[in-house]
């Protein structure tokens, strides 16, 4: 059984190391497609492609528009054409994603009598206790939010009808199945800190507004977008800190009537060994 990861990465250069590394660790294979980055994402890959012990492609896509169905659905094709995959893990370059106690391919070749498999998408928050001097932000980030996210994230069996939806987080094929009755878990880094998020809402609303895809696909980047062009980087970081980073992750918060339980401290770290 061959399992190879497939992403798309733009500017992702303060932890696209990291989590290809861990990647390699979990898959048979990776294939990245490289989305115009100009940050350094470009030749930490072409580092990682000489120095990863599994194969690592890098292809390049010169393409604007945030077409992510279309595209990953093409890595899924390309990774069974390239490597046989039979089952396929699309993911992001700021997740880390593992199944307590082996590997995502050992987890996947328990799977029978399904194609799917859904992992829980647990987000890390910023806050006033990590340590800033740690450059990695999967060690540097260690506190989470104590529910997944609602939407859980999807690995899949390589099948010639599949077609990855937006966001990674379903996967349609001619005859569908239920999805596997247990679920792998994902440790997701998305707001890093300001810098970062001001360079991916950027990319984010750029990208979505070169794309004919209804208004409601990408709606938070087109909306912080506009905030951007209207009210410059200083807006951005204002809501940076108000949503996505906490002073003090132990207690409860209250934002704009929307209440907040307190934060786990849960280092990725721990499932991870490249920290």
């Given at each position: 059984?061959?399992?190879?990861?497939?992403?798309?990465?733009?500017?992702?250069?303060?932890i696209?190391e990291?989590?290809?590394r861990?990647?390699?660790?979990?898959?048979?294979?990776?294939?990245?497609?490289?989305?115009?980055?100009?940050?350094?994402?470009?030749?930490?890959?072409?580092?990682?492609?000489?120095?990863?012990?599994?194969?690592?492609?890098v292809?390049?896509?010169?393409?604007?528009?945030?077409?992510?169905?279309?595209?990953?659905?093409?890595?899924?094709?390309?990774?069974?054409?390239?490597?046989?995959?039979?089952?396929?893990?699309?993911?992001?370059?700021?997740?880390?994603?593992?199944?307590?106690?082996?590997?995502?391919?050992?987890?996947?070749?328990?799977?029978?009598?399904?194609?799917?498999?859904?992992?829980?998408?647990?987000?890390?928050?910023?806050?006033?206790?990590?340590?800033?001097?740690?450059?990695?932000?999967?060690?540097r980030?260690?506190?989470?939010?104590?529910?997944?996210?609602?939407?859980?994230?999807?690995?899949?069996?390589?099948?010639?009808?599949?077609?990855?939806?937006?966001?990674?987080?379903?996967?349609?094929?001619?005859?569908?199945?239920?999805?596997?009755?247990?679920?792998?878990?994902?440790?997701?880094?998305?707001?890093?800190?300001?810098?970062?998020?001001i360079?991916?809402?950027?990319?984010?609303?750029?990208?979505?507004?070169?794309?004919?895809?209804p208004?409601?696909?990408g709606?938070?980047?087109?909306?912080?977008?506009?905030?951007?062009?209207?009210?410059?980087?200083?807006?951005?970081?204002?809501?940076?800190?108000?949503w996505?980073?906490?002073?003090?992750?132990?207690?409860?918060?209250?934002?704009?009537?929307?209440?907040?339980?307190?934060?786990?401290?849960?280092?990725?770290?721990?499932?991870?060994?490249?920290?």
């Open positions: 059984m061959t399992v190879v990861g497939v992403t798309m990465v733009r500017d992702e250069a303060d696209i990291h989590v290809i861990h990647m390699a660790t979990q898959v048979d294979a990776i294939i990245v497609y490289d989305n115009l980055s100009i940050d350094g994402t470009d030749y930490i890959l072409s580092d990682l492609v000489r120095e990863l012990p599994v194969p690592l492609v292809l390049p896509d010169d393409e604007v528009g945030y077409e992510q169905s279309r595209k990953m659905t093409a890595l899924a094709h390309l990774a069974h054409a390239e490597f046989d995959a039979d089952w396929v893990v699309p993911f992001d370059a700021d997740e880390i994603w593992y199944a307590p106690g082996q590997t995502v391919k050992e987890f996947l070749g328990r799977v029978t009598n399904a194609s799917i498999v859904e992992c829980n998408l647990y987000d890390h928050v910023a806050s006033a206790f990590d340590d800033d001097l740690q450059a990695n932000p999967v060690a980030i260690q506190w989470r939010r104590e529910y997944a996210a609602a939407l859980p994230k999807v690995a899949c069996r390589w099948h010639p009808s599949m077609k990855i939806g937006m966001g990674n987080h379903d996967v349609a094929y001619k005859n569908q199945q239920a999805p596997w009755r247990e679920r792998m878990a994902i440790r997701h880094f998305p707001y890093r800190s300001p810098e970062q998020v360079r991916k809402i950027r990319n984010g609303a750029q990208a979505y507004a070169a794309t004919d895809l208004e409601h696909f709606a938070h980047w087109r909306g912080w977008g506009q905030i951007l062009d209207l009210h410059g980087p200083g807006a951005i970081e204002e809501l940076f800190r108000k996505h980073w906490r002073e003090n992750p132990t207690v409860r918060i209250n934002i704009d009537g929307e209440t907040s339980g307190p934060l786990r401290f849960d280092p990725a770290c721990d499932v991870t060994s490249i920290c």
